[in-house]
């Protein structure tokens, strides 16, 4: 059998190819060399990685045209969002787009500023300025993971001398976030934060972040976001108060048994004031000496105005003479406890203090002195200023409504005891907080609840077991379709392809068998040949040398007796 029926033999598929007619079998012959080069081909093509990614149009554009003019081979990806160059050139490509500035990294950033030109008006540094400052914010922005673009708009009102005609600057923000992502508010936070502090007198109230969306991510501001954040911190206030609760109770009288309600009065005045208050005069020694003011005054041989008013007043009076020998005093001899004599101290005083006395003859009597002594003294008041400023929001009013279950006594309700109703009492107002001078209202009621709780249903009937009865249904369904494809479709194909299989083995074992037969039919052929040839040799050997046939018939007689 030529090699070309033992090929076909083994392999049927090829019998049925050499049955189609010649042109079908040419165009076959050309696929399979064409897909055979495009193998070749892409074998042989080198291997392609990314060099950039999630790139802007005009970046694309100015990378591209950069690797054409460096003779750097590059293709784009499926989705078209980066650009792929061969393995081996990654790097280097990166180095010499870098050296070109590329990729710009979207907007341009203060080397704006290093372009300036000469004779640049000052509107046009102060535009250069702004895009700059605006492509580094957008930079710094970028750097977040969930942003894959930004836009910054900075609204700088130009500086006026007037302190009323002066505008505070404002912003806005575009953000583009990656497809499943989004910003937590602390992160709005912290973008609008960034952006205030890198624009002088910029406030966080003033920047507007929204998205790709049209959704405006930070807060609003004015009587809107003045509502909502009042009305959410009484929601607070509410559900934190029912929670507390809730937490006491329950484990008391078991889950189910207590409800709760709250209702929060919130005080969102906001008041200022300021206060000055003096306190009375301190006590001795503890006030504080603020100024003080002392004169005294001595007079010596003053005397006293004489004489008729008029023209003879105004002279200046004689010189006074001083007698010889003082005379004694007129109360020397007098008994000091004489009660006439202590009347007449006391109402001249001291005689030192006393002015001079005159005699009828105009001699001086006795020298007398005048003192005195004057103190101002004022003291600091006491006083104290307060500025007070209440906080927005001051809880006002609480009013606690608590309904507690009947118990269940062996399958009876029965209500509390009233002691341990009171006990609850106690509990619930420690629990909210209860403060009698602020005016809170607290009512524990003892009942039993309403059964209007529906009925257990049976699983048959039960709208979320029939859900999972109709799904696990569709799975079996498609497991049921699954195993009839398999039994009509893939298995008797498989069996087919196994006793096709099974068949050309057969075949292929018995031609392997019919070729060992012939094989040994040809041996023995070959081995009768050969001994019918060996024979007619020998006649031929004896008709021509009888006489050496002779020899060597006679030796294998010696060997044959020898060996007996």
Request: hydrophobic share 40%; no cysteine; net charge negative.
């Amino acid at each position: 059998m030529s090699q070309s029926a033992q090929l076909l033999a083994r392999f049927p598929a090829l019998e049925k190819i050499n049955g189609w007619p010649k042109p079908v079998q040419l165009g076959a012959a050309a696929a399979a060399v064409a897909l055979l080069v495009v193998l070749l081909l892409w074998t042989r093509s080198p291997d392609y990685k990314v060099l950039f990614s999630n790139l802007e149009d005009r970046d694309g554009g100015a990378i591209v045209t950069a690797l054409t003019q460096m003779n750097v081979p590059y293709k784009f990806a499926e989705t078209g969002s980066a650009i792929m160059v061969p393995a081996d050139k990654v790097h280097e490509a990166r180095l010499q787009l870098a050296q070109q500035g590329l990729p710009r990294s979207g907007e341009a950033g203060f080397e704006l500023l290093d372009q300036t030109r000469f004779g640049a008006s000052q509107f046009t540094e102060q535009i250069n300025y702004q895009r700059a400052l605006e492509g580094e914010l957008v930079s710094s922005i970028q750097g977040l993971h969930a942003v894959q673009s930004a836009r910054v708009h900075l609204a700088i009102p130009r500086e006026s001398l007037f302190v009323r005609d002066r505008q505070p600057p404002t912003a806005s923000i575009i953000l583009t976030l990656y497809p499943g992502r989004s910003l937590s508010d602390p992160q709005v936070a912290a973008i609008t934060w960034l952006v205030s502090s890198s624009v002088p007198h910029l406030t966080a109230d003033n920047v507007s972040v929204v998205d790709q969306n049209g959704r405006l991510l930070t807060s609003p501001t004015g009587e809107a976001a003045a509502d909502d954040s009042r009305r959410s911190l009484v929601n607070d206030i509410e559900h934190r108060t029912v929670q507390r609760i809730l937490t006491l109770l329950t484990p008391l009288v078991g889950p189910g048994n207590v409800r709760a309600q709250v209702s929060a009065d919130v005080d969102f005045a906001q008041r200022e004031q300021t206060s000055e208050v003096y306190r009375p005069n301190q006590k001795p020694g503890e006030a504080a000496v603020r100024s003080e003011q002392t004169s005294a005054s001595v007079q010596h041989n003053v005397l006293p105005p004489e004489g008729v008013p008029g023209a003879l007043t105004n002279q200046p009076p004689l010189n006074a003479t001083a007698p010889i020998v003082t005379p004694p005093a007129a109360n020397q001899n007098q008994n000091p406890a004489d009660p006439n004599v202590a009347a007449n101290q006391g109402q001249n005083g001291n005689p030192e203090d006393q002015p001079n006395v005159l005699a009828t003859n105009g001699t001086l009597q006795q020298g007398t002195s005048n003192s005195r002594n004057d103190a101002t003294i004022n003291y600091e008041v006491d006083r104290t200023i307060s500025h007070v400023k209440d906080p927005l929001g001051t809880l006002r009013r609480l009013s606690v409504a608590v309904v507690v279950n009947y118990r269940n006594n062996d399958g009876e309700l029965e209500p509390l005891p009233a002691a341990e109703l009171d006990k609850l009492n106690e509990l619930v107002k420690q629990a909210m907080g209860y403060s009698a001078e602020r005016g809170d209202t607290l009512s524990v009621i003892n009942s039993q609840f309403s059964d209007d709780t529906p009925a257990t249903l049976p699983i048959w009937e039960n709208p979320l077991y029939l859900d999972y009865a109709m799904q696990l249904i569709k799975y079996l369904l498609i497991a049921l379709v699954l195993y009839l494809l398999w039994r009509g479709v893939a298995k008797p194909m498989l069996a087919s392809n196994a006793e096709a299989k099974a068949k050309q083995e057969a075949e292929a074992a018995e031609v392997e068998k019919n070729q060992e037969k012939l094989a040994a039919a040809e041996r023995l052929a070959s081995e009768m040949n050969r001994h019918e040839e060996n024979l007619a040799t020998a006649r031929t050997m004896a008709q021509k040398d009888p006489r050496a046939v002779a020899m060597v018939l006679r030796s294998w007689m010696e060997k044959k007796d020898g060996s007996r």
